[in-house]
């Protein structure tokens, strides 16, 4: 095929192919099902509530084990996180592994989560938290948690963005929760989906942070809570190449969704069962009501800050111990009253949803348990460092579809030229 014709060749081939060189690349950045036990992929640290036989630990109100599948909870591999509270408490509980990791902007987190607990036997103030999550190695936090049995986020802006009214959160099944963070610096987006639904948007700014850094999911509640139980599994992390604009539906994630975790239809509503696309179901603890969780701020968004809450980890300096009141934090650092003293009807004196600014549960002396298998890592990841964490990140490809375009234009003018070289000269009449 001679040159002119080949380049115009691919130069149609490059107009064809050009959008998919665009197309959003996912990146694995840590998982963890409890497949290797603990430390396994968290930090190799312990506060005195890790059990590996799962039963109490003398001289603490709350336990977490790893449990194998003999327990009829296990969906999924062949183990799973268990934590739960065994009596009243003082402080906030908090029983559950941590992970220190350095995942690049956007950030994506997927996890499996089961709740059963009775919201009707304490006060509508009592909360269960579900995840946290910092942008910094101080602990410096936004979080999310269930409280008088809704949904709801703390520490930073935000809004409920779901299904009106807002349906009481599932209890007794598995629900897949996925969150996408977006480091822009000086304030990092926050956007929610669960089992597909998307629910939650949110600014986060509180710290400029440009990686997701600091990690954890689990049992830690409100001290009134003496009994209930949660599961974790399947948890996932990943990067984006790009920005995502459109949030109608959760980013897919390159580990794939868990089988039987339900999908866009997962959320429930009054009552009754709540079946997703993608499997799933199971009786969702309806009565759904209006959304009385959150008090409106000056700023118009919520505050999810509280009265109370004692900080047992964070930096020196970034404890942030406490919401409006300013509660004493355990292991130094000043205590922040980061929460204002705005009248927000998400605080309230058993304390802000996760209790407090810190949620950290690891002194940050502490080694870093960000690989896989080994539990060591330095305390302050770089981006030189991600290939000790859990193994997975690959070189972005970062394809040039410009390059292509330019060789289609410059074949089609090339084609173009020759042609009209070819073209015999048109007669004219002769008079």
Known sequence: ??????????????????????????????????????????????????S??????????????????????????????????????????????????????????????????????????EW????????????????????DKKLEMAHLDWDYVGPAPQPDFPLRKWVRMTTYMEFNGASTLVHVWQDGVHIFQGTFTDDNGTTLQRVHWGWYSSPGWTEGVEYNDEIQVWSLSDKITDFTEEPESPYGTPDGSGGTGGMGGTGGTSNGAGGGGGVDEGNAGADSSGGTTASGGRSSGGS???????????SNAGASSGGAATNGGSSNTTGGTGAATNGGSGGGSSGGRSGGGAPNGGTSGATSGSGTAPAAP??????????????????NPLGWLAVGALGLASFAKRRSQRRPARSGRSK
């Open 1 to 50: 095929m001679p040159l002119p014709r080949l380049l115009a060749v691919a130069g149609l081939i490059a107009f064809t192919v050009a959008p998919a060189a665009f197309a959003q690349t996912a990146t694995k950045e840590w998982q963890s099902g409890f497949e290797t036990g603990f430390p396994g992929e968290f930090l190799d640290y312990d506060d005195g509530s890790w």
């Open 52 to 125: 590996a036989t799962g039963e109490p630990v003398p001289g603490t109100e709350e336990v977490w084990t790893i449990v194998d599948d003999s327990d009829p909870r296990v969906m999924w591999g062949s183990h799973a996180y268990k934590g739960f509270p065994t009596g009243p408490d003082t402080e906030n509980h908090r029983c559950y592994p941590v992970v220190y990791l350095d995942v690049p902007s956007p950030a994506v987190n997927s996890f499996m989560a089961y709740i059963d607990a009775d919201f009707s036997q304490v006060s509508a103030s």
């Open 128 to 147: 269960i938290h579900l995840a946290t999550y910092a942008n910094n190695p101080d602990w410096v936090v936004f979080t999310m948690s269930v409280r």
């Open 308 to 318: 109370s809450g004692q900080a047992r980890g964070g930096g020196a300096g970034r």
């Open 382 to 399: 770089s981006s030189e460092d991600d290939d000790s964490g859990c193994g997975c990140r690959t070189a972005p490809h970062e394809p």
